[in-house]
């Protein structure tokens, strides 16, 4: 299928690795010009030298933190009027919520709820000029069946969510959609690092947590990137206009109910 989107502009944050990564590959090779970001410069041009290798759109590898006001200038100033932004920030740690103080949870807020909303602001007005954009905001399954741990996640990013509710309706009739894509359990950094607190806490090693998971799906398997990814692509194609405001799980069945 062709998603139509060959030539236009994406922003994805987060993109050295994991979910983020596979967006931007999945993207490029539908033609997409990425402008990817994160905090740590190696991991960053690997995946950019990965993207050159493809045929398909250009990538910008951008050095930064985009939960800054200086990272997030940054990026804008090599992508100031994207087609289309993947908002994503790696998510806080998990623990118990006795432990965490204030600043714990203004930087979970500011990573996972203000950061995806501020670039929303500096994009979206052009996006609807245009009468194209697509936001992707990848948040968590937790956000529909929380999860005691991750706490500090499950506040933020179900701020977003409710925000988004909003404003996802508004933009829709300039062609412009807002979604979330909530992942469940994916092999990932992130997810090994939390099965690593457990392993802690259980006396278990990471690998026995992660068999034991990956048996507790309905899939028997964790979830793998590129397949996030592929969904991705498709919520940010032509033909996914009529889409907006959904929080889109991709779980392995994982989550039981029917709403």
Known sequence: MDLGISGKKAIVCAASKGLGKACAISLAREGVDVTICARTPGPLEATA??????????????????TTDEGRDKILEQCANPDILINNAGGPPPGDFRNWDRDAWIKAIDANMLTPIFLIKVTV???????????????????????????????ARAGLTGFIAGIARKTVANNVTINAVLPGAFDTDRLRSNFKHVAEKTGKSVDEVATARAAE?????????????????????DQAGFITGQNILIDGGNYPGTL
């Open 49 to 66: 030298e990965e993207i050159r290798a493809l045929d398909g759109g250009g990538v910008t590898a951008i050095p930064c933190d985009i």
């Open 125 to 155: 007005d052009w996006m609807m000029e245009r009468k194209f954009g697509r936001v992707i905001n990848i948040t968590s399954s937790a956000v529909k069946a929380p999860n005691e741990l991750l706490g500090l996640s499950n506040g």
């Open 217 to 237: 799906n309905p899939a028997k398997r964790l979830g793998q990137a590129y397949e996030f990814g592929e969904l991705c692509a498709f919520l940010c194609s």
